[in-house]
């Protein structure tokens, strides 16, 4: 592997040499490699306009309750609660940048009590930062209305599997916002994409395509090019019901033919 030097904030622990790549452990530090001296303090970040424009195209008002799933240094969930005006979370699973985003939102704030901005102790009470897999926290994530999840990366498949589990639990209604397209979801909720504009994130320059899909109902429809349009699938079911009896008739069929001849 490729030798890189971390070096954190010196008030979360100075540096130290790891190896970066498969399982390094450079997530979330501030990586300063031998042959590239940009550092990282995040996984992504996105534009304050993206940002801006997700909220316009969610419809978001105060009444909204909006979830960043791997929210970094929280800069979007502090964005969303105060130019929505309305509760915003975020979960990472990496804790030093959870302590970035914490001293982020804790400057914020305090810059608005000094200049004597009203509302900035409400605002404070907007924005929440938790250190913690979004797995664990599935009955809060129920409650949301507006989710988050820069799914970009290949590897982030699996935890979207278990993301498309818990959103079964979730009300009719909530609109989840991905950079990568997710059949499942695509499969079980209302969808559409748009192209977003250049530069919207730090790691490339190009367009991102933007999914926004929302739940319509606790089950999901047979409606692909071969389904036979059957509307009250149970969400975690992988097959369609209908489907699965005609299957199986055929299947009988075929079987009884067999032992005819």
């Not at 804790?106 to 938790?130: H, M, N, P, S, W």
């Not at 990568?180 to 209302?190: F, I, Q, T």
Request: glycine residues 10%.
């Amino acid at each position: 592997c490729k030798r890189a030097i971390v070096r954190t904030d010196k008030r979360l622990g100075g540096e130290r040499e790891t190896c970066e790549g498969k399982g390094g452990g450079t997530r979330g530090a501030n990586v300063v490699d031998e042959k590239d001296s940009r550092i990282r303090f995040q996984y992504g970040g996105m534009n304050e306009k993206f940002i801006q424009e997700m909220c316009e195209r969610s419809c978001m008002g105060k009444d909204d309750v909006f979830v960043d799933i791997g929210s970094g240094i929280g800069q979007i969930v502090i964005q969303v609660a105060a130019t929505m005006g309305c509760k915003s979370v975020g979960y990472e699973v990496v804790e030093q940048r959870h302590n970035h985003g914490l001293r982020l939102k804790d400057t914020f704030v305090q810059v608005l009590r000094e200049g004597k901005v009203l509302g900035a102790d409400y605002l404070d009470g907007l924005i929440g930062l938790q250190c913690a897999k979004f797995q664990e926290k599935s009955e809060e994530i129920a409650t949301a209305s507006v989710i988050f999840f820069n799914n970009f990366a290949h590897y982030f498949t699996q935890l979207m599997d278990a993301f498309v589990e818990n959103v079964g639990f979730m009300k009719v209604g909530t609109k989840i916002i991905t950079l990568s397209s997710v059949n499942e979801l695509a499969k079980r909720c209302s969808h559409y994409n748009v192209a977003s504009m250049n530069g919207a994130c730090n790691w490339k320059q190009n367009k991102l395509d933007v999914n926004y899909y929302t739940k319509v109902s606790n089950g999901w429809a047979c409606d692909g090019p071969s389904g036979c349009g059957y509307d009250n699938n149970d969400w975690d079911a992988e097959e369609c019901a209908r489907c699965a009896i005609k299957k199986r008739a055929k299947r009988n069929k075929r079987d009884n033919d067999v032992v005819d001849r």
